[in-house]
């Protein structure tokens, strides 16, 4: 048997959990380019979340222990992801070319005089417990090219959901929002606009208890502070020009207290989270959107209906849809990108766009980890 299958594994800046998708990638030409296999997503335990969220967001000094064994904990949860769906798809490691693993990314700092960005979970541990070939460390030869580093998933937007003639934009909903621009005879342009999710998780955190606000509801029940609002909108991040990407170590619990005044209720801080990062999108979209007139979104913010509906009040006569009106699962297109730059890797292709990132150049992304040689069957 010929191995065809590609395996994906990440979890975002929310570190809700291992998101994991096995493909099948067709010819280029087909209708179908991607058929997604199995998927699952599997949470991290409350325990391991807190740790990732600690590292992640505070500058604390960090001992270096804590880091080293977080780097093969994550490695040998992202293993254990991967092992679960391919038993529950009851497919072969030996049916998988190669797994592209993201990790969980600790900090990215694009800025600066040695900008670096740093994701953990050991891929080593991946290949050997897993017994696939890894690929994984996939942005820092795009920084080292004077790239952000970030955002990679554009090149699987613009292979996938691209359109001939409609300009169309793709919205990634993490912790962090990401367009995509895919306008017809332009080069494809990509860039993080803000937070999507993060601010609202960590304020759902601090005052209900609850690793988010389930549908946005509670955001909804809220009112939202205009002028808060415009004062919010006024961070240089929104306004700067792309490439641009950002992470946890801006848009966190101490950017907010920063910002929040005292007295206002709680639930009326989240209405205008929400809308921060609704109207920040819409804002990007007008500036740099080429005038798209079709948004799909993905990524976990898609089951946030109240965020959601914000996004189609702050674009009127733009269809907002999510990427399964173009046949992916919203949930896994973040996931099936990493087992897509795998397979560009294997395939000697650059998995950066320069257009997005701003690197010099394209470049072949991701190191190899060959998994354990498997004894002979006779
Ligand atoms: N049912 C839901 N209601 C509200 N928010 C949700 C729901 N499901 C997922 N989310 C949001 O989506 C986030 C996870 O999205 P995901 O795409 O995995 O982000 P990341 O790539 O940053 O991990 C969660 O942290 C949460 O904020
Ligand atoms: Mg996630």
Redesign the pocket.
């Known amino acids: 048997m010929t191995a065809s299958l590609y395996l994906g594994l990440?979890?975002?800046?929310?570190?809700?959990?291992i998101?994991a998708a096995l493909v099948e990638f067709a010819d280029p030409s087909a209708t179908a380019p991607v058929r997604v296999i199995a998927a699952r997503?599997t949470p991290y335990p409350d325990d391991l979340r807190a740790r990732v969220l600690a590292l992640a967001t505070r500058d604390a000094a960090v001992a270096l222990d804590d880091y080293g064994t977080l780097d093969v904990e994550i490695g040998e949860a992202f293993a254990d992801a991967a092992r679960a769906l391919l038993d529950a798809a009851g497919v072969a490691p030996a049916a998988v070319a190669a797994l592209g693993s993201h990790g969980q990314t600790l900090r990215h700092r694009p800025h600066g005089a040695h900008p670096f960005t740093l994701q953990i979970g050991d891929p080593s541990v991946i290949a050997e417990r897993c017994g696939i070939l890894t690929v994984a460390d996939f942005r820092r030869a795009d920084l080292a090219a004077g790239g952000q580093g970030a955002p990679l998933l554009p090149a699987l937007h613009a292979a996938v959901f691209a359109h001939a003639t409609i300009p169309r934009a793709v919205l990634?909903?993490?912790?962090?929002a990401n367009l995509t621009i895919l306008a017809p005879g332009h080069d494809v342009l990509g860039f993080d606009t803000g937070p999507?999710?993060?601010l609202?998780?960590a304020w759902?955190m601090r005052h209900l208890g609850a690793?988010?606000?389930?549908?946005?509801?509670w955001a909804a029940s809220g009112r939202v502070d205009a002028a808060l609002l415009a004062v919010w909108l006024r961070d240089p991040y929104f306004s700067a020009p792309p490439p641009k990407s950002s992470g946890r170590e801006v848009f966190n619990l101490d950017w907010l207290d920063a910002r929040v005044p005292a007295g206002l209720a709680p639930a009326d801080v989240q209405a205008t989270l929400l809308h921060l990062s609704a109207r920040s999108i819409a804002d990007a979209l007008r500036a740099h959107g080429r005038e798209a007139s079709e948004v799909y979104a993905?990524?976990?913010?898609?089951?946030?209906?109240?965020?959601m509906a914000a996004l189609r009040t702050e674009l009127p006569g733009v269809r907002v849809d999510t990427t399964t009106a173009l046949g992916l699962d919203?949930?896994y297109v973040?996931a099936v990108g990493f087992a897509w730059l795998a397979r560009a890797r294997l395939a000697g292709k650059p998995g950066n766009l320069p257009s997005v990132t701003g690197a010099r150049g394209p470049r072949l992304l991701g190191a190899l980890y060959p998994a354990p040689s498997r004894p002979r069957s006779r």
């Open positions: 990440i979890s975002g800046t929310s570190a809700d959990g998101d997503t990634n909903l993490g912790g962090i999507a999710n993060c609202l998780d759902a690793a988010r606000d389930e549908g946005g509801a993905c990524g976990g913010g898609v089951h946030n209906a109240a965020l919203p949930d973040e």
